[in-house]
């Protein structure tokens, strides 16, 4: 039996935004509550040499339209990435998931041995769809996704792996 590279990327990368869209909601219900600067959870970072919330919630949703865009041979939308705001990140979100909408099986099966060229360290690299999906753009959507999640545990939001997780 074959892995639907539809069922492994698109269902999961919209399960995962819409369940990051709780953790900031979270957040942001959090810092109003602390009576603390939304922008100190935005500019918040995990170390000094990490990208703080914002920019990790961007890359994440940059490789959850990218992995899809590239499998079904479509150029990757561009987003500015001038997110300044709780509101800004929920819009990225939800302009993610909207796309990853238009996108069905039939797009993306078969993409396994699709040959996916790009850049990797500065240097250009070209693996199958499969390699892609699972050895690039899966690691690298759960690390951003998770390093946000983390950052916010770490300055006292107070979130669970349910609330990482997406089922409540």
Known sequence: ????????????????????????????????????????????R?????????????IATDHAKGAPSRLAG????????????FADLEARLAKTVA???????????????RMI???????ETTLSGMQYLLHVAMPNFYFHLTTAYDILRHNGVPLGKATFLGSR
């Not at 909601?25 to 935005?42: G, S, T, Y």
């Not at 479509?74 to 705001?85: F, H, I, L, M, Q």
């Not at 990853?100 to 993306?108: C, G, R, Y």
């Open 1 to 44: 039996m074959t892995i639907s590279m539809y069922e492994a990327s698109v269902p999961v990368f919209s399960a995962r935004l819409k369940a990051l869209s709780s953790v900031l909601a979270a957040a942001e219900q959090n810092a109003l509550d602390r009576k603390i600067d939304p922008q100190v959870f935005l500019t918040a």
């Open 46 to 58: 995990l170390a000094p040499d990490m990208f703080a919330l914002a920019r990790q919630v961007q």
């Open 74 to 85: 479509r150029e990757v939308p561009k987003y500015e990435d001038n997110e300044a705001s």
């Open 99 to 113: 796309y990853l909408a238009t996108f069905s099986a039939a797009d993306i099966d078969g993409s396994d041995d």
């Open 117 to 123: 060229e790009l850049k990797l360290g500065g240097r």
